[in-house]
C-alpha cells in the first residue's frame, strides 16, 4: 500500500466572518464551536489516522505562526507557505509537488479547515475508504448527502456504483455542477442521484498531476520548475517569483469537472460550511428563542438570531432574524437577509483605509 | 428686590438612558451633547445670572462626588443631599427650607438637569422676567410654546394675561393636565391656549411652603422637624430618619393642580427633554441619512438611527428606527418603537443580579 498524506487548506481570509475574522485572524483560527478553533477541531478529526509528520497544511505566509501555535505537534516544514492565496488549483497543486518527493505514488486527502464535521467517526471511515479506491488510480471526492435543496453548494451527480468499500457505496462521478437555482436544486435534491461538493478529494499525486498537465497546463509548468528546486535555497525565492503570476483557479473549475476516472462516495457525517454566519444556526445549539448565542445575552423579544459576543453583555430588545457580532474593536450588526453584504462592508472599509479592524 | 437662588434637581437615575446611564452614573453625568455632561450644561445656563454661593442642588447622597467634580466652583454645602429620592415635590421642600433660613421672602428658581436648552440668551431673560413675576407672590411656572402635538408631557392651560415683562407675556394658569391622549393633545396645541410643563418653577419660598402646608401637610410637617434643626449636628440623623418614611410626590400633582395664583410664561427657548433615546434625535443633529450618530459608524443602507457608541467602530447593514447604545460593559440593540422596553430590561437585569451593568 503506497503512502497517505493528508493536506488541509487553510488559506482563506473569510471576510463574510467579520468582524471575527480578520487578516491577522482568518476563519480557520477562529473559535466557532467549541472551545477549539476550526483549524485545530481539523486536525484533531485526522490525528487517529494520519502522524503529525503525514500532515501537511497549504497556507498564507502570514498564518504560519498563528496555525503553528494552535498544532505546535506538526513539523514546521510541512506548512507550505504561498505567498498569495491563488485558490485551490494552485494550492492543491503546490501540496502534490511535495508529496511526490516523498513518494511518487502517494495517496493525498485535501481537506479543508473551515468546515464542521458533526459524525467524525464515520468521517475516518470514509477517508480510510476513499484511500482505499484513490489507490486504484480514481480521483475520489466525498460528496455529501444533502440536508435540503441548498443553492449554496455545488453538487455532483452520481452514475454507476463501481464498489463498495466497508459500507461505502463508490459511485462513477458524471457530473459536476456549480451552485444551482432553486428549482434546480429541488429536483436534483430529490432525484437522490446528487451529492454536495464538500471540497474534500482523495488521490493520488501522480494522477492528480496527470490532470493538470493536461487541464492546466501554464500551472503544471509553474509547478515543475517548483519541483525542480524542491529542498533547495531557490525554491523560496521561485515561488515568490512565479506564484503571483498564476491566475486564481478553483480546483472543481480547473479539474474537477473536466477530469478522467472521478468518484464519489455519498457520506452523511453531519457536515457544514462555516462559510457566513447564518451557517453558525446550523451548527451550534439555539436556545429556547431560536438564538445561537455566544457570550452574555439577555433578550427581551428577541428570536432567530445569531448573537456572537463575549466581551459584554448585549442586551436585545424586539429583534428577530438579526445578526450581531461583537468583538474588541468593532461591532456588527445585520439582518441575516443582509449578510451577503457583510463583504460589501469590509470592501467599504478597506477603501475607507480602516485597516485597524480589517 | 429679595435675593434669588437657584435650585437644580440632580437627582433620577435615568433608566430610560440605559446602558449608558447607571446607578452611579445618572443622566445629569452624562455627556451627551457636546462635551459637557447635562449638569454642567444646566450649571453653565445660569452661570451669569447666580453667583456660585446662590446656586443649589438636590441630589441623591451617590452622586455628590460625581456631580462636585463636575462644578467644583459650586460650594460643597450647597449640595442637598437626599437619603433617598422621594419625586419632586420632597426635594423642592427641602430646598425650599434651606433657602428659607438665608432669606424669608427669597425667590427660589427651580430647575433641572435633564433637558436640553437650544436657546440659553432667551432661556435667562424669561427666568429674569419670572423673578420679578415671583416677587409678587405668584407661583411662575415656564410653559414651553408646543412643538408637535406631544403625548408625552403634561399641558398648562392659560387663562387671561396679567403682565407683560421684558416682553414675555404672563398668563394666569387655568389648569395643569397630565399626559394627554394624541387627539386632546392635538385640540391642545391647535387652540394657542396650552403650553407644555417645562418642570421649572419661580416662586418665593414663603409662598411655595404656604402651598406645602396647604395641599401637603404630611410633607410640611416632615419639612419644619428638618428646619427645627437646620445647621445643626441633628440635621443629618433627622434627615435619614424622616425622609424614608415620605411618600413619593410629584410638585405637579402634590401642589401645581391645586395651587392658587399659579401663572404661566410661554416660551421659546428650543427646550428638549432628554428623557428618552429618542429624544437625542431632536437634539443631535442627524446625518445625511437621518441617523444620529456618537462616535465611529460606517452605514451600509442604515437610516433615521440613533447610534451612540465611541468606543468601537459599529458596522451596520440594512438597519432602519434603531437604537444602538454601545458601553464598555454592555450593549443595547432595540428598535425605537420598543424604547419603552428599556425600563423592563433594566429591571429584567436587576432580578438577575446582574449589578454590574446597572
Redesign the interface.
Given at each position: 500500500m503506497s503512502s497517505c498524506y493528508a493536506l488541509i487548506m487553510a488559506g482563506g481570509g473569510g471576510t463574510r466572518l467579520w468582524?471575527l475574522s480578520r487578516r491577522s485572524r482568518p476563519k480557520q483560527a477562529l473559535t466557532l464551536v467549541g472551545e477549539r478553533t476550526m483549524f485545530e477541531h481539523a486536525v484533531d478529526r485526522i490525528a487517529s489516522l494520519f502522524q503529525p509528520e503525514e500532515i501537511f497544511v497549504v497556507t498564507g505566509e502570514e498564518h504560519l505562526e498563528t496555525l503553528l501555535f494552535q498544532a505546535p505537534e506538526l513539523p514546521r516544514q510541512n506548512f507550505l507557505l504561498e505567498p498569495v492565496g491563488q485558490g485551490t488549483a494552485p494550492a492543491i497543486g503546490l501540496g502534490a509537488v511535495h508529496l511526490r518527493r516523498r513518494d511518487p505514488q502517494a495517496v493525498m486527502v485535501v481537506l479543508t479547515a473551515d468546515h464542521f464535521i458533526r459524525d467524525v467517526e464515520t468521517f475516518r471511515r470514509a477517508l480510510a475508504a476513499a484511500a482505499e479506491v484513490a489507490e486504484k488510480g480514481h480521483l475520489v471526492t466525498l460528496g455529501i448527502t444533502p440536508s435540503f435543496p441548498s443553492t449554496g453548494f455545488g453538487y455532483i451527480q452520481q452514475g454507476e456504483q463501481l464498489y463498495e468499500v466497508d459500507g461505502f457505496a463508490v459511485f462513477r462521478a458524471l457530473r459536476f455542477t456549480e451552485k444551482p437555482t432553486a428549482e434546480t436544486a429541488f429536483r436534483m435534491v430529490e432525484s437522490g442521484l446528487y451529492t454536495w461538493n464538500s471540497g474534500m478529494f482523495i488521490w493520488r499525486v501522480d494522477r492528480i498531476l496527470e490532470e493538470f498537465a493536461r487541464q492546466m497546463p501554464d500551472l503544471y509548468d509553474v509547478l515543475m520548475q517548483i519541483d525542480a528546486v524542491l529542498d533547495t535555497p531557490a525554491y523560496e525565492p521561485t515561488l515568490r517569483r512565479l506564484w503571483p503570476e498564476l491566475s486564481p483557479q478553483s480546483i472543481d473549475y480547473g479539474v474537477m469537472e473536466g477530469a478522467q476516472d472521478v468518484v464519489v462516495i455519498p457520506v452523511d457525517i453531519g457536515w457544514s460550511d462555516v462559510g457566513n454566519w447564518s451557517s453558525m444556526r446550523e451548527i451550534l445549539p439555539a436556545d429556547a428563542d431560536g438564538n445561537v448565542v455566544v457570550g452574555e445575552h439577555?433578550g427581551?423579544?428577541t428570536r432567530n438570531s445569531i448573537i456572537f459576543?463575549g466581551r459584554?453583555?448585549?442586551?436585545?430588545?424586539?429583534?428577530e432574524d438579526?445578526i450581531?457580532v461583537?468583538?474588541?474593536?468593532?461591532?456588527?450588526?445585520?439582518?441575516l437577509?443582509?449578510e451577503q453584504?457583510?463583504r460589501?462592508?469590509v470592501q467599504?472599509?478597506r477603501v475607507?483605509g480602516?485597516n485597524g479592524?480589517l
Amino acid at each position: 500500500m503506497s503512502s497517505c498524506y493528508a493536506l488541509i487548506m487553510a488559506g482563506g481570509g473569510g471576510t463574510r466572518l467579520w468582524p471575527l475574522s480578520r487578516r491577522s485572524r482568518p476563519k480557520q483560527a477562529l473559535t466557532l464551536v467549541g472551545e477549539r478553533t476550526m483549524f485545530e477541531h481539523a486536525v484533531d478529526r485526522i490525528a487517529s489516522l494520519f502522524q503529525p509528520e503525514e500532515i501537511f497544511v497549504v497556507t498564507g505566509e502570514e498564518h504560519l505562526e498563528t496555525l503553528l501555535f494552535q498544532a505546535p505537534e506538526l513539523p514546521r516544514q510541512n506548512f507550505l507557505l504561498e505567498p498569495v492565496g491563488q485558490g485551490t488549483a494552485p494550492a492543491i497543486g503546490l501540496g502534490a509537488v511535495h508529496l511526490r518527493r516523498r513518494d511518487p505514488q502517494a495517496v493525498m486527502v485535501v481537506l479543508t479547515a473551515d468546515h464542521f464535521i458533526r459524525d467524525v467517526e464515520t468521517f475516518r471511515r470514509a477517508l480510510a475508504a476513499a484511500a482505499e479506491v484513490a489507490e486504484k488510480g480514481h480521483l475520489v471526492t466525498l460528496g455529501i448527502t444533502p440536508s435540503f435543496p441548498s443553492t449554496g453548494f455545488g453538487y455532483i451527480q452520481q452514475g454507476e456504483q463501481l464498489y463498495e468499500v466497508d459500507g461505502f457505496a463508490v459511485f462513477r462521478a458524471l457530473r459536476f455542477t456549480e451552485k444551482p437555482t432553486a428549482e434546480t436544486a429541488f429536483r436534483m435534491v430529490e432525484s437522490g442521484l446528487y451529492t454536495w461538493n464538500s471540497g474534500m478529494f482523495i488521490w493520488r499525486v501522480d494522477r492528480i498531476l496527470e490532470e493538470f498537465a493536461r487541464q492546466m497546463p501554464d500551472l503544471y509548468d509553474v509547478l515543475m520548475q517548483i519541483d525542480a528546486v524542491l529542498d533547495t535555497p531557490a525554491y523560496e525565492p521561485t515561488l515568490r517569483r512565479l506564484w503571483p503570476e498564476l491566475s486564481p483557479q478553483s480546483i472543481d473549475y480547473g479539474v474537477m469537472e473536466g477530469a478522467q476516472d472521478v468518484v464519489v462516495i455519498p457520506v452523511d457525517i453531519g457536515w457544514s460550511d462555516v462559510g457566513n454566519w447564518s451557517s453558525m444556526r446550523e451548527i451550534l445549539p439555539a436556545d429556547a428563542d431560536g438564538n445561537v448565542v455566544v457570550g452574555e445575552h439577555v433578550g427581551i423579544e428577541t428570536r432567530n438570531s445569531i448573537i456572537f459576543g463575549g466581551r459584554r453583555l448585549i442586551a436585545t430588545i424586539g429583534l428577530e432574524d438579526m445578526i450581531i457580532v461583537d468583538t474588541d474593536d468593532a461591532l456588527l450588526i445585520c439582518p441575516l437577509e443582509r449578510e451577503q453584504d457583510v463583504r460589501e462592508m469590509v470592501q467599504r472599509l478597506r477603501v475607507m483605509g480602516k485597516n485597524g479592524v480589517l
